[in-house]
Structure formats: structure tokens, C-alpha cells
């Protein structure tokens, strides 16, 4: 089954940002199920196991992604059950604000065995600190890609035909007749140890998809002004936030038309082979004044991608310490009982 994949939370330029508050609201459910424990213990199967039961039961389970590690979860989310199990340790870390009336505390440290653990004291402490500082190292350089690319789209942007835009932008929305709703951050790009990552959420369900092409990002103002059409007509869509300009928008989703514009590069061979359709940033651009700015352009892209080049080196090493820590786990485990953990809280949420 196709599952509707996200991010419940981002590695951005300005640092790391949680979505969990929103997206698993307790409020909001009727059980919440947070999971506490350390790295390659089981986590992210259980949340696994729970989203493949509910699919085979006939639900549509959502599954939330590490930002950082793509290949795991930070949580599943059942919306017609009400139900939610997610992973409460930092950076995202979540305690009960209503124990047993709506959150469950599932301590997997109760499965350790401790003894092969103080065995690996050392090891754990060194590997901890390592992978802190290289995360803190590739946050720095992130944050300075983040800054030219900020300011590459404020040249780009004294370029720009506002009248053009807005046109444009208007046109555009007024093809699109959809169901009334609200806006929803549907985020399915990361920053990871894996570089930049995207999940092909919207993909499979568009019956459509738009590339607004440029080369410094200036998609993502068109993308920003079909937002606030769609806002103002009252349709609903859903975002991706931009990892490297986090107050920026550069994929819309609007699942009443079926429709998905989002930024890309140059429009390329590639581009139009990808995409149904592509819009070059041209269409609304002061050619003479751009040309004027190319120098500088070209600049603040270069420094982008040195910043980035050495970000997501930094990324990756950090990745291989995370890794180190789960080996050491995972052979510190009763994995048995964390097999009849995972038992009971199915039947819990599902029943027998």
C-alpha cells in the first residue's frame, strides 16, 4: 500500500524546528503512545508494525520520518482511530501532558540489558559527543548556506515584475476549483545525513504537477503568492516548507484539483520530462535588471554551495556516530520482549 509519507520536523538553516505539538496535538487523539528509549532498540519497527496492521485492517495510517535519518520513523499516525504512536526521545522529545487519559509511556530502556551497556560506557559517551558536535558543526555551515541563499533570492527579487507576478499568480488560481479547507504543512523534504531528501508524497496522488523553474529559487515567490490566492478563495492545500529558507514556501499540493506546483531549477530537458508542465521564472523577471545582477548572483551561489558541500559532509559523519550507537544497542536488547510490548499495544489500538 502506498502510505502518505512525511517529516514531523526539520533540519533547517535556522536551526532544528519540531511539528510534532501540532501534528500529534493530544487534544487531538484519543490515544497517544510515546515511546522512550535509546537508538536501534526497536523504535522505529514497532511504529512500522502498527502502520502495516492498520493498512491490513483497512485504515490509512500516515508515517512521519526522521529528519535526520530517512530510514527511520518518528512516528505513525492512524487519524481514523484518533490514535498515534511516536518517538519521545530528543531532539523531539515529548512527555504526557494527560497520562493515561490519552498518552501511554512505553519505556523501552526496560528491555537493556545494562551490564553490556556499562561494558560500552566509554564508547557510548564518545560516540554521544561526537555525533553532537559534528550535528552542531553541520548546523553552522547549513545556517551560512541559508543566509546566501536568503540573500540570492533578496537580489533575485528587485528583478522581479511585481504586476507580472501577481497576474500570473492570480490566473493560475483562479483554474483552480477545489474543496474549501485551510492550510496544512504537509512537509516531505529534509536535510539529512543522506543530504537532501524528498519524500514522493503528492507525486502519486497529482493528477498534475507544475515545476516553476529558476535558478536561485525565485519558484518559491510564485509558490508564496499561489499560497495566499488559495488562503483568500478559502481552498484548502497542503505546503512544504524550504529546509534552507525555512520562511518560505516551495511545494503546494492542492488535492481537490490535483494539482502540485512547486519550485525547481532551470527548465531544463530534465525538468520537462519530469514535470507536466513547467513555468519559467522568466515570464515575470526584468531581463535587463537580472542581467545587472548575474555577477553577484553567480557569487552568492558559489558560497550556497561551498557552505552546503561541507553541511552535508559534516551531516554524514555525524550519521555514521548514530550509527555506531545503534550496533552498540541493538546487541543490548531483549528484543523478545520488546516483540510482546509491540503485541500488546496493537492489540490495544486494534483490538484482537
Do not use: W
Not at 503528492?202 to 495566499?228: M, N
Not at 520488546?338 to 492489540?347: D, G, N
Request: hydrophobic share 35%.
Amino acid at each position: 500500500m502506498a502510505y502518505k509519507k512525511y517529516f514531523a520536523a526539520a533540519n533547517t538553516a535556522n536551526g532544528f524546528v519540531s511539528y510534532f505539538s501540532d501534528i500529534f496535538a493530544p487534544e487531538k487523539l484519543s490515544r497517544l503512545y510515546i515511546i522512550k528509549g535509546g537508538p536501534g532498540t526497536g523504535k522505529s519497527t514497532m511504529m512500522k508494525l502498527i502502520a502495516d496492521t492498520a493498512a491490513e485492517k483497512g485504515y490509512e495510517p500516515e508515517l512521519y520520518y526522521c529528519s535526520s535519518d530517512p530510514a527511520s520513523l518518528d512516528g505513525v499516525l492512524i487519524p481514523e482511530l484518533s490514535a498515534a504512536v511516536i518517538d519521545g526521545t530528543p531532539p523531539h522529545s515529548t512527555d504526557p501532558k494527560y497520562p493515561g487519559a490519552v498518552e501511554t509511556l512505553l519505556d523501552f530502556g526496560a528491555y537493556f540489558d545494562r551490564g553490556k551497556l556499562r561494558e560500552q560506557r566509554e564508547e557510548i559517551i564518545r560516540l554521544c559527543k561526537k555525533h553532537s558536535e559534528l550535528y552542531e558543526r553541520a548546523s553552522a555551515y547549513y545556517s551560512h548556506a541559508g543566509a546566501a541563499a536568503k540573500e540570492a533570492l533578496a537580489v533575485y527579487s528587485s528583478c522581479v515584475c511585481e504586476e507580472k507576478l501577481s497576474k500570473l499568480a492570480k490566473r493560475t488560481a483562479e483554474k483552480l476549483t477545489s474543496d474549501k479547507g485551510e492550510a496544512k504543512r504537509g512537509q516531505v523534504t529534509a536535510f539529512s545525513t543522506a543530504g537532501f531528501v524528498r519524500l514522493d508524497t503528492f507525486g502519486p496522488a497529482s493528477v498534475k504537477r507544475v515545476a516553476v523553474c529558476g535558478s536561485c529559487g525565485e519558484g518559491a515567490l510564485f509558490i508564496e503568492r499561489i499560497c495566499s490566492e488559495l488562503s483568500e478563495k478559502g481552498i484548502g492545500y497542503e505546503y512544504n516548507v524550504m529546509n534552507i529558507m525555512p520562511d518560505k514556501r516551495d511545494i503546494v499540493y492542492v488535492p481537490g484539483s490535483g494539482l502540485t506546483l512547486e519550485a525547481a531549477g532551470k527548465p531544463d530537458k530534465k525538468a520537462k520530462q519530469e514535470f507536466d508542465k513547467t513555468i519559467s521564472s522568466d515570464r515575470f523577471t526584468d531581463k535587463k535588471r537580472l542581467s545587472e545582477s548575474k555577477a553577484k548572483l553567480r557569487m552568492l551561489k558559489k558560497i550556497e554551495t561551498s557552505f552546503y558541500t561541507e553541511a552535508v559532509s559534516y551531516m554524514r559523519s555525524a550519521g555514521e556516530a548514530h550509527a555506531g550507537l545503534e550496533r552498540i544497542y541493538k546487541n543490548a536488547v531483549d528484543f523478545d520482549g520488546v516483540r510482546e510490548l509491540m503485541r500488546k499495544v496493537s492489540e490495544e489500538i486494534f483490538g484482537n
